[in-house]
């Protein structure tokens, strides 16, 4: 069998389990014993020693048994029927159930159990990334705009700033999750008319069955109306909140990419690590890199579960089935292993403190420009005529340092000159000493970030447990 790469090579084991074939055939097995027990407790007439024989034969799985007899049925869950009940001896699961009362409800416990997964690893991320901005919220460094420098900034208001919307995607998920509802035993067409007639029309013993399926499963909500599948939009929904996690990552991953190439910082470069097969001096980004990718990837599940919303016909058919049973498995692969990769970045980033501040020094007149502008203001000169004149002497010096006419920027010398903008040597020489360092409101805005996260790992402990697999 050809391998799901994103699962065998970048997902980690919990989330492969949850969505193994084994593992899919053993929450199927559970929830028809599950069913079994409930119609029982009802007053159906089901044999203890028959629930006791298909409970010692749950986890007896025989992948290629059950495939041979789906190339006889054509029907998946047919097969997986007759093989359950050949090894237990008995027929009595299934009893006023449809292949999609056993399927849908599977299917969204897997994705509400790989949910849980997914929002205690994003969490665990932003505990780490928490500690390398209170570690790094003093750290000036030149702030970029359209990835040109702009104006001083701290490194951990950097990190903050994709923490935030990571927190945000955070928040998505754990409303999504306790949201999230589940189909339920509803029948053919929605109206649980085969359980109401097994229980001989008693409404009350349906709404029960119901009622315990849904506690087996541990779903907090519950469709009422739904026809033979659950709406679709869910997918979407799901598929969605995976997409929008990823975009947090997915740009601290490009700027530290792009902060390796000014070699201010790295992801880090383990022992015995080849950065190319050629080169042997190259450091590659190649962990960031795959973030990037990853986020790709879930775009175009993204676009595949969008396909199917809206387009349910009546009461429901399966044509989203092999759409489906790509995207759904493979967005939390991918997810999964987004996550993976942004833990063992975090654990292993490096922060290049010599480099940072040389770049400081050097763009540091240019990083004041807005700064001056304000004290020339205060000083009766128009705001425009200020820009005008702090524009015209930083583009000339500019363009003088990069063809080599000048070697030492001058570019406060050059404003101190231009009687326009009202400033002396010495009063830049101030503002200079005053504000070069200044990062405004970054390290407050750094400690709110860190209060945020802290208060959310409260509600969620176990998350601290997570720890990264070994990234390939």
């Known amino acids: 069998m050809i391998p799901n790469v994103l699962a065998t090579r970048y997902a980690s084991p919990a989330i492969q389990a949850i969505w193994s074939t084994d593992g899919r055939i053993l929450l199927e097995r559970e929830l028809w014993i599950a069913v079994m027990k409930a119609q029982r407790d009802l007053g159906i007439e089901i044999p203890e020693e028959a629930i006791a024989a298909y409970e010692r034969v749950k986890n007896t799985i025989n992948i290629e048994s059950i495939r041979k007899r789906e190339e006889i049925t054509r029907h998946d869950v047919k097969a997986r029927i007759e093989e359950f009940c050949d090894l237990a001896g008995y027929e009595h699961i299934h009893k006023g159930m449809t292949s999609r009362d056993l399927t849908e409800n599977v299917e969204q416990l897997q994705v509400y159990k790989s949910l849980e997964q997914i929002r205690n690893k994003a969490i665990a991320a932003l505990h780490l990334l928490a500690k390398k901005a209170q570690l790094y919220k003093e750290l000036s460094i030149t702030g970029r705009t359209h990835n040109v420098a702009a104006q001083t900034t701290t490194f951990g208001k950097r990190l903050s700033m994709f923490g935030e919307e990571i927190l945000l995607s955070v928040k998505q998920v754990i409303f999504l999750i306790e949201n999230y509802p589940v189909r339920g035993l509803k029948g053919a067409v929605g109206t649980q008319m085969d359980q109401l007639t097994l229980f ?35 997918d979407y929904a799901t598929v969605s909140a995976l997409y929008q996690l990823a975009a947090g990552p997915s740009s601290f991953a490009k700027t530290l990419r792009l902060m390796t190439g000014h070699e201010t910082a790295s992801e880090g470069f383990a022992k015995g690590q080849v950065g190319s097969s050629a080169m042997p001096h190259k450091m590659n980004s190649r962990s960031c890199e795959r973030i990037n990718g990853f986020a790709v990837i879930l775009n175009g599940y993204l676009n595949m579960a969008a396909g199917l919303s809206g387009d ?59 700064t001056i502008m304000m004290e020339a203001v205060k000083r009766g000169v128009g705001r425009e005529t200020a820009h005008e004149v702090i524009k015209e002497h930083a583009v000339q010096t500019v363009r003088d340092l990069r063809n080599g006419s000048i070697e030492k920027n001058d570019f406060l010398d050059r404003l101190a000159k231009d009687g326009r903008l009202k400033l002396s040597a010495n009063e830049l020489q101030d503002i200079v000493s005053i504000a070069g360092n200044h990062s405004g409101m970054a390290s407050a805005q750094v400690s709110m970030f860190c209060d945020q996260v802290s208060s959310l790992v409260s509600m969620y402990p176990e998350s601290l447990n997570i720890q990264p697999g070994r990234i390939l």
């Open 312 to 370: 349910q016909w009546n009461e429901g058919d399966v044509s989203c089935s092999v759409v489906r049973r790509v995207c759904l498995p493979d967005a939390f692969f991918a997810i999964d292993g987004l996550l993976e990769t942004f833990l063992t970045i975090l654990n292993q980033m490096e922060v290049f403190v010599a480099v940072i501040e040389r770049e400081n020094r050097y763009y540091q007149p240019f990083l004041l420009t807005t």
């Open 200 to 234: 001989n029309g008693n409404i009350e013993k349906v709404a029960q069955l119901e009622e315990c399926i849904v506690k087996h499963l541990e779903i907090k909500a519950s469709f009422t109306n739904v026809g033979q599948v659950y709406p679709r939009s869910l």
